[in-house]
């Protein structure tokens, strides 16, 4: 499975920006398309994940309230709706796929190539 990670871009604090993961293909050992991201310097954290089959989401409470993210099932498809942007968000924000809802990094694979978000205050 290869994800492509599109969408990213450089923005005004209180902005908003949308991402895009697609998938190749689904792989249905792992249901679950989680969103990453890693400052300069700093560890990859967790934002958000949603289930394939679901929709259930779960979100880092660090984002909470201010993104969003969908599936579109059939373009194999997953958008990380980013508003009210702030400079501590920018990072390179990561998509992968992963076993279940969860925050926990080891559990996914599959990275894509990781898009640029920076936010201006």
């Known amino acids: 499975v290869q994800l492509q990670a599109s969408g990213g871009g450089s923005v005004q604090a209180g902005d908003s920006l949308r991402l895009s993961c697609v998938a190749s293909r689904r792989d249905f050992s792992r249901d679950v398309m989680g969103w990453f991201r890693q400052a300069p310097g700093k560890e990859r954290e967790f934002v958000g994940a949603?289930?394939?089959?679901?929709?259930?989401?779960y979100y880092a409470d660090s984002v909470k309230g201010r993104f969003t993210i969908f599936r579109d099932s059939a373009k194999n498809t997953v958008r990380l709706e980013m508003n009210s942007l702030k400079p501590e968000d920018t990072a390179v924000y990561f998509c992968?796929?992963?076993?279940?809802?969860?925050?926990?990094?080891?559990?996914?694979?599959?990275w894509g190539q990781g898009t640029q978000v920076t936010v201006s205050s």
């Open positions: 992968a796929a992963g076993p279940r809802l969860s925050g926990v990094r080891e559990l996914y694979g599959y």
């Open positions: 949603i289930s394939w089959t679901s929709g259930v989401t």
